[in-house]
């Protein structure tokens, strides 16, 4: 088989996914790119995270579905990105697919993104494809496979590795992210991890570490005051999940707010640098706190 897996195989999996055939179909295409990603090798140079990370990685089956790509960059050198990102895309005419790009969108300390289209023998689409450029992951990246689904009955590989941040920071960004935009995809997210392992110590310092290397505020108690105040639109979330099924919208409010209340209880070196997030005089502070989670890190198994 030369291309993306025949229309009646992706039917099967919406099906037995409980989605449509487009949230299927994209599914499945993301993976293809990032299979094409990794024959490339412009994955060496970036870290898996965000939404279609934590269903295709940490969460499988269960997790929502994710329509978009996102990506931290290792290093400083976004010449280097883009270089390969333009023969990325050139390049990329295997599996039946056709890449172009657009609205290309970059700035030093903020991302760099566009809207990649795809074309392939029986549809077309356009996803988000964004790079982070605010700072390099704390954690060390670790090669992690993809969940094996069943539409990888139907292609031509196996389910594969890709370069992923590792469960924890991918968390910290959510919350981040959650007090900065608060949407609903982002609250969905912490739901499902609301009652699941991971390390909260971790997080919890690492949430503070990503605030810092913002440069903005994050109070802990106005991050539970806009998670109660939120109206949840489901219709920004539902499809995305199986059979469209999710709790009422207290449910969730309130499951956040009784699992992540761990947040708060700040002390010592963290909280000195809590409060340091726009003076930035404590950066030997945090290098040495980044140095300790990246060792206690070595020994996490998410």
């Known amino acids: 088989m030369t291309g993306l897996i025949d229309v009646r195989a992706v039917d099967h999996y919406a099906s037995a996914a409980g989605v449509d055939r487009r949230v299927a179909e994209r599914d499945v295409v993301l993976t293809y790119i990032l299979k094409m990603m990794k024959e490339d090798g412009i994955l060496e140079d970036l870290a898996f995270k965000g939404g279609t990370c934590l269903r295709k990685v940490y969460l499988g089956r269960v997790g929502r579905f994710s329509e978009d790509l996102d990506f931290t960059l290792k290093g400083y050198d976004l010449p280097r990105l883009e270089r390969r990102f333009s023969s990325f895309i050139e390049d ?15 700035s030093w300390g903020g991302s760099f993104a566009c809207d990649i ?4 023998g029986w549809n077309s689409g356009d996803f988000k494809f964004e790079v982070s450029l605010r700072e390099d992951p704390v954690l060390e990246v670790l090669d992690r496979g993809i969940k094996n689904e069943l539409y990888f009955r139907y292609t031509e590989f196996e389910p594969f590795g890709v370069p992923c941040m ?19 995809r982002d609250l969905w997210d912490l739901y499902q991890y609301a009652t699941r392992h991971y390390d909260r110590e971790t997080v919890k310092k690492l949430a503070v570490i990503k605030f810092w290397n913002d440069e903005s505020e994050y109070d802990p108690d106005e991050l539970f005051d806009k998670i109660r ?16 099924e999710h709790p009422r919208e207290e449910e969730i409010k309130s499951r ?14 963290i909280l000195k640098i809590l409060g340091d997030t726009r003076r930035h005089r404590e950066n030997i502070l945090v290098r040495k706190v980044c140095e300790e989670l990246r060792l206690q890190g070595e020994h996490v198994d998410t």
């Open 166 to 184: 590792q469960l924890e920071e991918v968390l910290a960004e959510k919350i981040r992210a959650t007090y900065q935009r608060a949407t609903e």
């Open 256 to 269: 956040i707010l009784s699992s992540y209340k761990y947040l708060g209880d700040l002390d010592g070196d």
């Open 229 to 244: 105040e939120m109206k949840i639109d489901f219709s920004e979330v539902e499809y995305l999940l199986k059979n469209q």
């Open 117 to 120: 289209h795809y074309s392939h």
């Open 92 to 106: 990329a005419q295997v599996y039946g697919f056709s890449l172009s790009f657009e609205n290309l969108r970059k």
